[in-house]
């Protein structure tokens, strides 16, 4: 599992680069032909995580129930994130990803209830679960990258 946290890792130091390099209203600009923007792609990256490894493990997911609201499956990007929310987003990037795998090493996911993405891949442990996120998440990278070309 080493080689999934450092993808998870890698992963998300370059979604926080290309973050950093962009204006707030860049971040939260949504181009024709996309339904979201970059920051609603990343918040949306934190709250799969939470819900595919935290969640179907039976343990209470690291965010709020309003984070997942609003970047759950089926949410779009409403409103533009004011500075200090972009700020909780980004900071939480790396944060999550090294309690995963802190709370992974000690042992904390104990069960896993059986999950079918919408792709049709059945999820039937966490180890597959943190694998299934990064495929997720190297997605929702790819998309930023299209993204941050047109704004």
Avoid at 39 to 54: E, S
Avoid at 71 to 77: L, M, P, Q, V
Avoid at 103 to 115: E, I, L, S
């Amino acid at each position: 599992m080493n080689t999934q946290f450092t993808i998870t890792n890698f992963n998300r130091k370059c979604i926080l680069a290309i973050a950093k390099e962009l204006s707030q209203e860049q971040l939260n600009t949504i181009p024709t032909g996309f339904k979201n923007n970059i920051i609603w792609n990343i918040g949306h990256t934190i709250v799969t995580q939470q819900l595919l490894v935290y969640k179907l493990s039976g343990l209470p997911c690291l965010i709020s129930d309003e984070t997942i609201a609003n970047y759950g499956k089926g949410s779009t990007a409403k409103t533009n994130l004011t500075e200090k929310e972009t700020t909780e987003l980004l900071d939480n990037l790396l944060v999550l990803s090294a309690t995963m795998e802190a709370d992974y090493k000690a042992g904390k996911f104990n069960t896993y209830n059986n999950y079918t993405t919408s792709l049709g891949f059945e999820l039937t442990d966490v180890e597959k679960a943190i694998q299934f996120s990064n495929y997720h998440e190297g997605i929702h990278l790819g998309i930023i990258m299209a993204i941050k070309k047109l704004v």
